[in-house]
């Protein structure tokens, strides 16, 4: 049975076609790009950090200093899966992040949320970004439901993320991409402090 919905945002029947480093790399890349007005930031790929329960692989760290040298630690997960992420990854993040004494952290998946991850990384501040093609950004108005290439002429990225908010039971989509970082700007300014 197959419960994913083609007009979804955070549950898609078909995930972006990318190999796991590019993938990785445009995330470094839109990452390095939304911090680099912040104060001594820094982001890289496929961190090691100790923990209580032993090691982690982080697919990317971001950190950057407020109130004159306090560190904020950022953890980035990459998910390429075929199905929805779950509950479960948001709640191994959520370890992860306590043990190695991160502040922050950021899913992002190639393939969707399920409705309970949305709602466990909403209550607990974890960012959720669907992975897309650029091109499914584009959008037409028809009477019928038509999948139209957008016109040559149009310069889409090649990738693009949907950062998924969910409260007030309702679930809230915003583009991000190269030209539009502002929402992520927001959310990694929310609850650290930073004006």
Not at 16 to 40: A, C, H, R
Not at 158 to 174: C, I
Request: charged fraction near 20%; include cysteine.
């Amino acid at each position: 049975m197959n419960n994913r919905n083609s007009d979804s945002p955070w549950n898609p029947v078909n995930s972006v076609q990318v190999t796991p480093k590019e993938y990785e790399m445009q995330v470094v890349e839109w990452i390095s790009q939304f911090g680099s007005d912040l104060n001594g930031f820094r982001v890289e790929h496929l961190v090691q950090l100790p923990g209580t329960g032993g090691e982690y692989e982080i697919d990317a760290v971001a950190e950057f200093s407020i109130f004159q040298g306090a560190r904020i630690v950022v953890l980035v997960e990459c998910k390429r899966y075929n199905r929805p992420v779950e509950r479960e990854v948001v709640l191994s993040l959520i370890s992860k992040l306590r043990d190695v004494g991160a502040h922050k952290a950021i899913i992002f998946s190639t393939s969707g949320f399920q409705r309970g991850a949305l709602e466990y990384a909403a209550a607990k501040g974890i960012a959720t970004i669907t992975f897309i093609d650029g091109k499914s950004t584009y959008n037409t108005r028809s009477r019928f439901q038509l999948s139209v290439e957008p016109p040559p002429w149009i310069n889409f990225p090649k990738y693009s993320g949907l950062f998924l908010s969910y409260h007030d039971n309702r679930l809230y989509s915003s583009l991000i991409g190269k030209e539009s970082l502002d929402i992520l700007q927001a959310w990694l300014q929310r609850d650290t402090g930073i004006t």
